[in-house]
């Protein structure tokens, strides 16, 4: 038993850990190689004195385990700045539950530390570097994004290329599903404003109630219901970046007037507010819709036109750019069959003749959703004719009386359920148009189109 001290003080002299032992009175009585050479104190130096003499209080978890009496494992700890330890610590106690000192193993992990803090600066750095490649490769051109070889759409690109180096408010005018949108934040990530906000605004899917508030905002308590902070609007969201106004046909008389005001002054004036605010704001609107016949009709104002009509960029419909149908179909061949996680299939000769011969009344989104449809629908490795004419909709010629007349009736069918429907939904508003075509999920000249077509009355 003599004997007993002589093997502990050999087994924790031996240990790669910092071994740290003092008794209840705070003095160390044990301090192992490893200590002496983390904390480079030697042990004549240290023994027999109080451990308070070299750290402070908050730097030694022996002292929080010996006031405490609670041991810790596995603790990240920091005794001093320029060394970092992962602790185990215990209190030590007599048979009797005597709590009569504490001791502590320290590993030592500054070199890991430091070494992981050198391999995460390397990483931001290197993402860094990713960053500024991948923005050098694909961002370089956001105009890349408009896929196609095609001379109406390379003019259209060259257009809107020039546009995007000026402030020039730019009208961008297309059957639906041509890509406006698509074409209006190129314009914007190619123009000294990319790093600004792009805050795009679909004009045909806000209530004619709620137009005044979502463009220009309100101050709190400007009317029953509204936010006590009040709320900023779409125009003040995009200062210092581009508003893109899509189916800005849609956009009431009165609303009109009050744009063409921020036009012209670069002004807002929220709801509830008499001060106006001053915005810079590069504005590209777009419509599907003919708006000097709708000048002609009083349902645009020719002042807002001309204000908008500084740029006019006309995007090419699918059937007068038939040479890019291929092109666009592998494409969204690609993307679609990584998304729905299926093999890429391949399109035989007969299939793209079948979709050269398409009209594309809904241009590069009817392309787009039909091969979507294609990938989700068909399990074959090689898309055909039939399987490409199978997905489209009405697709085939009646050649029999029978057929024809089947399909009238399911035509006339079709249109007595929309009538009733628009009928219903005007009903439950009220007569409240906006409402009414927000709730069928068209727009309002949609719905107007409709009502005269059914002979349905305001």
């Keep these: 038993m003599a004997n007993e001290r002589y093997y502990l003080d050999a087994v924790l002299s031996t240990e790669d850990d910092a071994i740290t032992i003092i008794n209840q009175h705070k003095e160390v009585i044990f301090w192992n190689d490893a200590a002496i050479q983390t904390y480079n104190i030697k ?60 001791i502590s193993a320290e590993r030592d992990i500054t070199h890991v530390v430091k070494l992981n803090d050198s391999l995460l600066t390397t990483s931001t750095a290197l993402n860094e570097l990713r960053q500024k490649v991948y923005t050098t490769n694909t961002e370089e051109n956001p105009f890349s994004r408009l896929k196609g070889n095609s001379l109406p759409l390379q003019q259209m690109i060259q257009i809107a290329s020039k546009a995007a180096k000026t402030d020039a408010t730019t009208l961008v005018l297309g059957e639906s599903g041509t890509g406006k949108e698509i074409c209006a934040r190129a314009i914007h990530e190619a123009s000294p404003r990319k790093n600004g906000p792009f805050i795009p605004v679909n004009c045909g899917a806000i209530p004619e109630a709620l137009f005044e508030s979502e463009l220009f905002g309100y101050e709190g308590g400007a009317f029953t219901g509204a936010e006590k902070k009040g709320k900023t609007g779409k125009i003040e969201m995009a200062n210092g970046g581009t508003l893109f106004l899509d189916e800005v046909g849609e956009l009431p008389l009165d609303m009109q007037v ?33 708006l000097e016949q709708q000048m002609q009709e009083k349902q645009f104002r020719s ?12 995007m090419p419909p699918l059937r007068q750019r038939i040479n890019d149908v291929v092109e666009l179909a592998k494409l969204f061949l690609k993307q679609f069959a ?103 999920g068209i727009s309002r000249v949609t719905l107007y189109s409709k009502m005269r077509k059914y002979g349905i009355r305001d």
């Excluded at 970092?84 to 030590?92: M, T």
């Excluded at 807002?268 to 590209?284: A, C, E, L, M, T």
């Excluded at 002042?303 to 006309?314: E, H, P």
Aim: charged share 25%; net charge negative; aromatic share 6%.
């Design 43 to 102: 042990r004549n130096e240290i023994i027999d004195r109080q451990i308070t003499d070299f750290f402070h209080d908050d730097d030694l978890m022996a002292l929080n385990v010996l006031e405490t009496k609670k041991p810790v494992q596995g603790t990240y700890h920091r005794p001093r700045r320029d060394k970092h330890v992962v602790v185990n610590a215990s209190p030590i106690f007599t048979d009797d539950g005597e709590l009569i000192g504490a």
């Design 258 to 290: 009050k744009l063409l005001r921020v036009l012209q002054e670069n002004i807002i004036y929220k709801v509830g507010s008499s001060s106006g605010k001053p915005v810079n704001v590069r504005f590209i609107a777009a419509t599907n819709q003919n």
């Design 303 to 314: 002042d807002l036109f001309y204000r908008l009509n500084v740029i006019q960029i006309t």
């Design 338 to 440: 990584v998304q729905y996680e299926v093999p890429l299939p391949t399109l035989e000769q007969d299939a793209v003749e079948a979709l050269f011969q398409h009209h594309w009344p809904g241009n590069v989104r009817e392309l787009r959703n039909l091969i979507e449809r294609v990938i989700i629908l068909s399990e074959k490795s090689v898309i055909k004719k039939q399987d490409i004419l199978a997905f489209f909709h009405n697709t085939s010629t009646p050649n029999t009386v029978q057929e024809i007349e089947s399909n009238h009736s399911l035509v006339q069918e079709k249109e007595d359920i929309e009538k009733k429907r628009i009928e219903e939904a005007l009903q439950q508003n009220n007569g409240n148009k906006s409402a009414a075509a927000k709730i069928l």
